[in-house]
């Protein structure tokens, strides 16, 4: 089933020769469950195209359905709502408050949502991503890793139908990577989670369900990765 639909998606910044096109008519659909990973050369349009699927970034032209909703057409206070609930989104520096300790890290969409928590969720999502006992730390007080996890546990809290993590590992080394896409991988399979992430490691990027290669803001290659 159709999660995610994107149609002929552009972006530009600047004016007259200043312009430059970041995504030049990209279009390609994702199912619900699948793992995609997005690969490309820096300045390729990778991240804008990640936050314009989130609703960070608005596009100059084009569309955007997530669960047949089309997400432009929605104005400012519904567009931060798509944002707190159907999009879960992960950053190479993870983006902690640093005054909130772990549990508050990861509960903040909720809570901004005035929404309760669902502590069995946050409780499950603790064991999952070995964070108990950590509950009451600060982000200074954790490794680049465990603080990793905590977006992770904060893109996961809502159950958003697709999770979006830009460069998620860029930040760790070898190990930690690796532990944080079996985490990943995880969240894919045990609560159903869509997942497109981007990448510059090529064995990251084998592990996904299917590879979109983009240079100069176009999809240069869209391929299933068979088992």
């Known amino acids: 089933m159709e999660i995610l639909r994107v ?3 552009c972006k530009t910044y600047g004016k007259g020769e200043n312009q430059v096109r970041a995504l030049d008519h990209v279009s390609f659909s994702v199912n619900k469950g699948e793992f995609i ?9 990778k991240s804008t ?12 032209g084009g569309k955007v359905y997530m669960d047949g ?3 432009y057409a929605q104005n400012d206070e519904q567009l931060a709502i798509f944002r707190r609930r159907q999009v879960g989104l992960i950053y ?24 309760k928590v669902n502590e069995d969720r946050l409780k499950e999502l603790l064991t999952t991503l070995k964070l108990t006992g950590r509950e009451n730390h600060l982000p200074n007080q954790l490794s680049g890793g465990q603080q990793q996890r905590v977006s992770i546990g904060r893109a996961l809290m809502n159950a958003p139908a697709v999770v979006l993590a830009d460069e998620p590992t860029g930040n760790l080394d070898s190990k930690n990577s690796q532990e944080i896409v079996e985490l990943l991988k995880l969240s894919n399979k045990k609560y159903d989670q869509t997942l497109i992430i981007i990448t510059h490691d090529e064995s990251i990027a084998l592990q996904a369900d299917r590879i979109l290669s983009i240079e100069d803001g176009r999809i240069t290659r869209d ?3 068979s088992r």
């Not at 195209?49 to 100059?60: E, F, N, S, Y």
């Not at 520096?93 to 929404?115: H, K, Q, S, W």
């Open 37 to 45: 990973a997005i690969i490309g050369p820096s300045g390729s349009g």
């Open 69 to 71: 909703c089309d997400v």
């Open 49 to 60: 195209l990640l936050h314009i699927l989130g609703g960070v970034d608005k596009p100059t």
């Open 223 to 225: 391929e299933v990765i």
């Open 7 to 9: 149609e002929d998606l």
């Open 92 to 115: 190479q520096f993870y983006n902690l408050i640093p005054v909130l300790n772990v549990t508050e890290n990861i509960t903040l969409p909720v809570l901004m949502d005035g929404r």
